[in-house]
């Protein structure tokens, strides 16, 4: 298993761009996720599903779209980049249940100047 | 207002000695708690989850304990190796359905030889 994968590793963008930071699990995983971190900061939440077609927000969505169309993919999409969503991006999954851990994908690193 | 809060942002100890680091929250009240270790440039990496109702847990040189009444965690690593060098995140289950997770901002061990 490859486990959750990433793409891209490292991207820049000027602002006003749009992008797409993709997300594919192979673990069969109900939930996936999808946070931003900043330097010395924690993992802020940026929009999760809890199965195909079912998604909502998290801590800080605003700038930001998903869509699951399938269990497996879960697109992360930036409309109009900011200078302030730079950062490090996360993708996780997880299997359904209250307790289950969350497997991390390698990250996307995102610099919009 | 909610807040999730790590002892420090950095903490050095000598090799073999025991680490402890600490997560404390106000205005939560989580099922659970997880900690993650994350090495640079990578993704967390799931490391112990203790309930509510638990008390302590051990993995091999690994030990967690909750107290809900002091709103607190105290993550050890006895016997402390250079490889245990990383970034330690906790992480609260904020919902009964394990779809909301809040971590804190990490404490950056180093382990001196």
């Known amino acids: 298993n490859a486990g959750v994968t990433q793409t891209p590793k490292f991207r820049i963008l000027k602002i006003g761009q749009s992008m797409t930071l993709q997300c594919t699990q192979d673990m069969n995983h109900n939930y996936m996720y999808w946070y931003r971190q900043d330097p010395g900061m924690g993992l802020k939440l940026i929009y999760y599903s809890v199965g195909a077609g079912i998604t909502d927000k998290g801590e800080v969505p605003n700038g930001y779209n998903v869509s699951r169309s399938t269990t497996e993919d879960f697109p992360l999409r930036l409309e109009l980049a900011a200078p302030s969503q730079t950062s490090v991006y996360f993708c996780?999954?997880?299997?359904?249940?209250?307790?289950?851990?969350?497997?991390f994908g390698p990250g996307t690193r995102l610099l919009v100047l | 207002s909610q807040k999730i809060e790590q002892n420090s942002e950095a903490l050095n100890i000598q090799e073999g000695k025991t680490a402890t680091l600490t997560c404390n929250y106000t205005n939560y009240s989580p099922a659970y708690l997880q900690w993650y270790r994350q090495d640079p440039g990578r993704g967390p990496v799931f490391l112990l989850l203790?309930?509510?109702?638990?008390k302590e847990k051990r993995k091999e040189r690994l030990k967690v304990t909750f107290d809900t009444t002091l709103k607190q965690s105290l993550f050890h690593i006895t016997a402390s190796q250079p490889a245990d060098s990383a970034t330690y995140l906790c992480?609260?289950?904020?919902?009964?359905?394990?779809?909301?997770?809040?971590f804190g901002p990490g404490t950056r061990l180093s382990v001196l030889p």
């Open positions: 203790i309930r509510e109702n638990e």
């Open positions: 996780a999954s997880r299997t359904r249940g209250a307790e289950g851990t969350q497997y």
């Open positions: 992480a609260l289950g904020v919902d009964n359905y394990g779809q909301n997770f809040v």
